[in-house]
């Protein structure tokens, strides 16, 4: 039972949820700072009201419908998106695009160095021609040297030029 549950916190998604989270809570203070220390006071400047809470608002039989606290809502999650899109998002997709042409011109290269398989096999089998070629030389080389070392020891020569 506590695999299972260890298992399911230590997954990738839950551990992205949670980073997330906090991410988003530490934005959502600056936008309420920014909301509240800047764009609410333009908006007394404006319109004569600390926020947008009583603004537009209506009230009938006992009910308030207030349309400023909904637009309040509505720009703090404007702020929040913006701030989120442009602090996480686009930096986080510049540096994936940037990773990403690193690695095609890494691979790019990769490919073009590669040798295809019909090209080293035909490279390998004239390397073995060489050297079968060479071990041949060699052989009836030594094969000469011996014979006539064999010709000359036993006071005879098996080269006419060659006199014992």
Same mark, same amino acid.
């Given at each position: 039972?506590?695999k299972?549950? %260890? @298992? ?7 551990i992205?949820m ?7 809570a530490a934005?959502t203070?600056?936008?309420n700072?920014?909301v ?11 319109f004569g %009201?600390?926020?947008?809470n ?10 308030t419908i ?8 509505l720009?703090n999650?404007l ?5 989120v899109?442009?602090?996480i998002?686009v930096?986080i997709?510049?540096?994936r ?7 095609? %011109?890494?691979?790019?290269e ?7 398989t ?7 089998? @004239? ?5 079968l @070629?060479?071990? %041949?030389a060699?052989?009836?080389a030594?094969a000469?040297d011996?014979t006539?070392?064999?010709v000359?020891?036993?006071g005879r020569?098996a080269?006419?030029i060659?006199?014992?």
């Amino acid at each position: 039972m506590f695999k299972g549950f %260890k @298992k399911f916190i230590s997954r990738g998604n839950m551990i992205d949820m949670a980073v997330g989270v906090v991410m988003g809570a530490a934005v959502t203070s600056v936008v309420n700072s920014i909301v509240n220390s800047l764009i609410n006071p333009l908006i007394a400047m404006i319109f004569g %009201k600390p926020n947008m809470n009583n603004l537009l608002t209506f009230t009938f039989n006992h009910s308030t419908i207030s349309f400023g606290a909904i637009l309040g809502a509505l720009l703090n999650f404007l702020m929040i998106a913006v701030a989120v899109y442009f602090c996480i998002l686009v930096p986080i997709n510049k540096f994936r695009d940037m990773s990403e042409s690193i690695f095609k %011109k890494k691979d790019d290269e990769d490919e073009k160095k590669e040798i295809s398989t019909d090209q080293q096999t035909v490279d390998l089998l @004239k390397e073995i021609s060489e050297e079968l @070629k060479d071990i %041949k030389a060699n052989a009836n080389a030594d094969a000469g040297d011996d014979t006539e070392a064999a010709v000359s020891v036993r006071g005879r020569s098996a080269n006419p030029i060659m006199k014992s």
